[in-house]
C-alpha cells in the first residue's frame, strides 16, 4: 500500500511540473543556434513566444547543401503544452506532450511514436541542447545536439 501512495505522489508531481510550465516558460530558447558536426552545419532558429506558441525551424548544411530540414512549434493547448515536429521527410506532424519541466529543461514524450518517444530541450545561458532518444527494433538510444547561441541574420 505505501508504495501505491508514493506511485500516485510521483505522478501527480510530475503532471503539475508539466502543468506549471507556460509557453513564456521557453523564452530562453527565442534566437538562433548552431553546431558543427562532422562538416555539417546544424541549426535551428526560434521566434520568441507570443499568443499560445513559439515557432521554430531547423535545418542541415553539408557541402554547401541543405540536407534536411524541420518545422516546429511548441504550443500550449487545452490539455497541456506540446512541441511538435514536422521534418521534412514526415508527411504528418508529430505531436509530442510536455511531461515534465524544471530549470530550464523540458521533457516531451509520444510514446506512440516510432523514434523517437522524448524529446529534450535544455537551455541554459548561451547553451541549447536538443537530445532525442527512445527504443527502436527493442534497443534504446539517444542523441544528443548540443548548440551554441549566435547572432541571427
Not at 500516485?8 to 530558447?29: H, K, N, P, R
Not at 499560445?52 to 548544411?61: K, N, Q, Y
Not at 521534412?88 to 506532424?93: G, L, V, W
Amino acid at each position: 500500500m505505501r508504495s501505491f501512495f508514493w506511485i500516485v505522489m510521483l505522478a501527480s508531481s510530475v503532471a503539475l511540473q508539466a502543468q506549471w510550465a507556460s509557453i513564456d516558460s521557453f523564452a530562453g530558447m527565442a534566437g538562433c543556434w548552431e553546431r558543427d558536426a562532422k562538416g555539417s552545419l546544424i541549426s535551428e532558429m526560434w521566434m520568441k513566444p507570443a499568443g499560445t506558441s513559439i515557432f521554430g525551424m531547423g535545418r542541415t548544411v553539408k557541402g554547401g547543401k541543405t540536407t534536411d530540414f524541420e518545422m516546429m512549434r511548441i504550443e500550449q493547448q487545452a490539455d497541456g503544452i506540446y512541441f511538435i515536429a514536422k521534418p521534412k521527410a514526415n508527411s504528418e506532424e508529430t505531436p509530442f506532450k510536455l511531461i515534465t519541466s524544471a530549470a530550464g529543461e523540458f521533457v516531451f514524450e509520444n510514446l506512440q511514436h516510432d523514434f523517437p518517444q522524448r524529446v529534450i530541450y535544455k537551455v541554459n545561458g548561451n547553451s541549447l541542447t536538443g537530445r532525442v532518444e527512445g527504443s527502436e527494433n527493442g534497443k534504446s538510444k539517444g542523441f544528443d545536439f548540443p548548440m551554441t547561441r549566435v547572432k541571427c541574420n
